[in-house]
């Protein structure tokens, strides 16, 4: 069967404006999350991307009418049926575990299949299934291929997370949101898309407070009603295409951002000595060489977000000494680091470690490991001599709303082809 491969002739010039999407990571959440009203859902300013059509597919398993046009979802649970999640669409998706959440909220009980999505090492449900238990539910896990969970009711409680996770932060509110009584989650992740989904809860009547702090307390309610809710910009992409245009802009605009959640990666561009200027909702950039080298560490929203450690890494090969990126959140989110070395890029990692040195890269077939490696190898490809090509693109549809076609309009030399 053929497959379709990016084509990249680096050494072009950047120039020109895009839009941002809504957020990638809001919107797997909130969509699931739309199950929990008991009349219409609007959703506006989603990503066209493969993630959201999964999702509605899984919501339409549970004869809930669904209408997709473009980057608004109507969502009709009117008519709602619990029924057992087939695997293959959940195991393409990590975020689908969102479905749990939102159906043992709806029904008190669910069976999914295990989530599957990029891999990026061991990345556990621990913490949500610690959360499930506190409220009240007992899991069976005695299937390799999947999980029942059930609970006779929910009972507010408190529970404290041994790790800072925003899957598990979500997870636990929207099962929360319809239990009797309070529930305290501490350790709480404080990311903006958390913040989305509990102003999404909300908007149906929902009792949420402390979204964004290390402490939320939500009361359970009995009805959540139908609301229209714009999902925010995608910092993650924004932060890529920052990046992007910091390689090789002559200069970029990028609206639809917010200039807060994209803070840590434009105080690093500067330091870099990139020329970033920032208005009420977008971001000018432009990139000049060489850049200062520097040390990044991934840590916890409001620090440097782990999903843009690895499209920053190749902007370090044009510095004028060795750079340093640290991923505290996720170790093993290394693979691209082979890649790079195929394009003549003098990288190595030690443990949880990369050290960059100036190199020159050039043109080479790379493979997408997961959708952040993707964006990297794009940015590798826009500043190396000759052509990349990219393999297992799927992984980057999956983030990114016609990346190929925006390059292009900002003078990107950038094809697909089927192999």
Known sequence: MAQEVIKIRGGQPLKGKLKINGAKNSAVAIIPAALLAED??????????????????????????????DTELKVDPTEIKNASLPNHKVESLRASY????????????????????????????DQHIKGFKALGATIDESSPTSMKIEAEELKGANIFLDMVSVGATINIMLAAVRAEGQTVIENAAKEPEVVDVATFLTGM????????????????????????????????EAGSYMCMAAACGAEVELDNIIPKHIEPLTVKLRELGVDVEIDDDRVKLKGQLPFNSVNIKTLVYPGFATDLQQPITPLLFLADGP????????????????????????ISVDQNTATVKPSQLHGASVYASDLRAGACL?????????????????????????????????????????I
């Open 323 to 346: 750079s340093f990126v640290t991923d505290t959140i996720y170790p093993e989110r290394f693979r691209h680091i082979e890649e790079l070395r195929k394009m003549g890029g003098e």
């Open 98 to 125: 969102y479905m749990m959440g939102a159906m043992l909220g709806r029904f008190k009980k669910c069976v999914i299949g295990l989530p599957g999505g990029c891999p990026l090492g061991p990345r556990p449900i």
């Open 205 to 236: 009547g929902a009792n949420i407070k402390g979204a964004g702090t290390s402490t939320i307390k939500i009361t359970g309610v009995d009805h959540l009603h139908g609301v229209t809710h714009q999902i925010i910009p995608d910092r993650i």
């Open 378 to 418: 794009i940015i590798a490809g826009l500043i190396a001599e000759g052509v990349t090509t990219i393999y297992n693109v799927n992984h980057i549809y999956r983030g990114y709303t016609n990346i190929v076609e925006n390059l292009k309009s900002l003078g990107a030399n950038i094809w697909t082809e089927k």
């Open 40 to 69: 219409v859902v609007t959703l506006e300013g989603l990503p066209q991307i493969s993630d959201v059509a999964t999702l509605v597919s899984l919501l339409e398993d549970l004869n809930i009418k669904t209408d997709l046009k």
